[in-house]
DNA sequence: ATAACAAATGTTATTCTATAACATAACATC
DNA sequence: GATGTTATGTTATAGAATAACATTTGTTAT
């Protein structure tokens, strides 16, 4: 059984503010926000965790909407390209980005309890890699950086883990 | 078709002190690297790049050995355990650890050209990633650095990929 | 308008990655 | 050697991603 995500009817204030973000960038750029696109960003974002893509594909069939795996997978290949979601390797979710605009490969702290995903952006580890791999005369093309572990909130409640 | 792995016949130089190392260590700690496991960990130090499970199965089945997907998970997973390899998120491959015996989630260099993954080892990125939890009051569980690029040696030659 | 072209989506099938569930074998301890 | 534990064998399935081709939609030029 697929996870449950928590999604609500309206999208929150955070996700209304993120598809207008989202619809004035590719006017800018001239992309093509479809339908299809838009919706699947909304999706994104009215989850309070990341989603999977099998997990988005099942919202847009319960929209009514036709669908089949590359229906979303290129969806958010394009938000991707975009700079407007992140994808997270670990987990291989997605996730709406909170500093859209800037093209960057994010840092993201994940929980392991209740799945919330927070996105760094710490100029000074970006620097640091950088350093590294200028070292080591190594062109840097993505960066992935993804801490597992538990959130405040979670480390308040008894462990469910161990 | 999967992808030919560089696989010589007789493991190389660090292969076979990275077998006594892991021989060491399971000793040490009580620990069983079986017939299995071990050809495992020789399978992934024979290659030049990492490998993923299926590939590594392959060579399980050119052995003479029965096996199934769950045959070379578990050892996978018996070796990460120990800390004997590490799983590389963005790729589902698995590369053997050059410290073992001091477990640690490792920092990456993947070649997009050649493949070939070089292991960091720098406190300061750790370090820098613990003061960012810590201010967060998040608990680290594990940590997941993979800087995709071109190696040096990859960059010398004439780009494959634009 | 409409023909021609390009971009986006629909559709079917397949590949790759990983785990669940249960059976058997090997190993250790008593 | 009986017992309990660990490791492996085996079958089936779940989960993630892409290939290949058809159709539709949007854009541009005539
Ligand atoms: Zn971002
Ligand atoms: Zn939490
Ligand atoms: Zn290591
Ligand atoms: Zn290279």
Known sequence: MRQAADLSCSPSI???QALARAETLCQQRGARLTDLRRRVLEIIWSSATPLGAYTILDVLR???RQGAPPTVYRALDFLLAQGLIHRLASLNVFTGCRRPGSHHSGQFLICR???RVSE???PVIDELLRAE???RGFEVLARIVEILGRCP???KEPTRHG
Chains 1, 2 share one sequence.
């Open 120 to 122: 760094l952006s710490n």
């Open 153 to 155: 909130d979670c480390l």
């Open 14 to 16: 955070d996700a209304q």
């Open 113 to 115: 309890d209740c799945g």
């Open 62 to 64: 319960d929209d009514g």
């Open 133 to 135: 791999t200028d070292a």
